[in-house]
């Protein structure tokens, strides 16, 4: 969703400053990223003006991969809700590309129904498991 170059440019919202909300998010993408994927996600929050384009945004590298969260198109409030279906949905759409960066692909299709279907299925296994990632104090 960047201009070219935009992506290195870009203002991040500077870790001190993530509310409980914001690291409740990281955790659960954390969490997510290693179990769905197989990858471990680095988390950051964008902050800036120039960046209005989008809700958040994959990139992957190799094994890992960065999710980005748009703090002006989402709203602050956004992050202080309880987990529900948005945030996962908006997480899954995000993981997804890290099978494909083509929201018109059959990969990229294909990755979304695997990533439901491989939440489901680990819930569905280990109830707890989801329970203790919606319940972290942060």
Same mark, same amino acid.
Request: net charge negative; with cysteine; charged share 25%.
């Given at each position: 969703?960047?201009?070219?170059?935009?992506?290195?440019?870009?203002?991040?919202?500077?870790?001190?400053?993530?509310?409980?909300?914001?690291?409740?998010?990281?955790?659960?993408?954390?969490?997510?990223?290693?179990?769905?994927?197989?990858?471990?996600?680095? %988390?950051?929050?964008?902050?800036?003006?120039?960046?209005?384009?989008?809700?958040?945004?994959?990139?992957?590298?190799?094994?890992?991969?960065?999710?980005?969260?748009?703090?002006?198109?989402?709203?602050?409030?956004?992050?202080?809700?309880?987990?529900?279906?948005?945030? %996962? $949905?908006?997480?899954?759409?995000?993981?997804?590309?890290?099978?494909? $960066?083509?929201?018109?692909?059959?990969?990229?299709?294909?990755?979304?129904?695997?990533?439901?279907?491989?939440?489901?299925?680990?819930?569905?296994?280990?109830?707890?498991?989801?329970?203790?990632?919606?319940?972290?104090?942060?």
């Amino acid at each position: 969703p960047y201009t070219p170059g935009q992506e290195n440019t870009r203002k991040t919202e500077p870790r001190e400053k993530w509310t409980p909300g914001m690291l409740r998010l990281e955790n659960l993408v954390q969490e997510l990223g290693p179990v769905l994927c197989d990858a471990s996600v680095v %988390v950051e929050f964008v902050n800036d003006a120039d960046c209005m384009n989008f809700a958040a945004t994959y990139a992957r590298n190799g094994t890992s991969g960065r999710m980005e969260f748009n703090i002006r198109t989402l709203g602050r409030k956004w992050f202080e809700e309880d987990i529900a279906e948005k945030h %996962v $949905s908006l997480i899954i759409h995000e993981l997804g590309h890290h099978r494909s $960066s083509d929201h018109l692909s059959r990969e990229y299709y294909a990755a979304l129904t695997d990533l439901g279907a491989g939440l489901a299925f680990e819930i569905a296994a280990d109830p707890d498991w989801w329970q203790r990632i919606l319940e972290v104090n942060v």
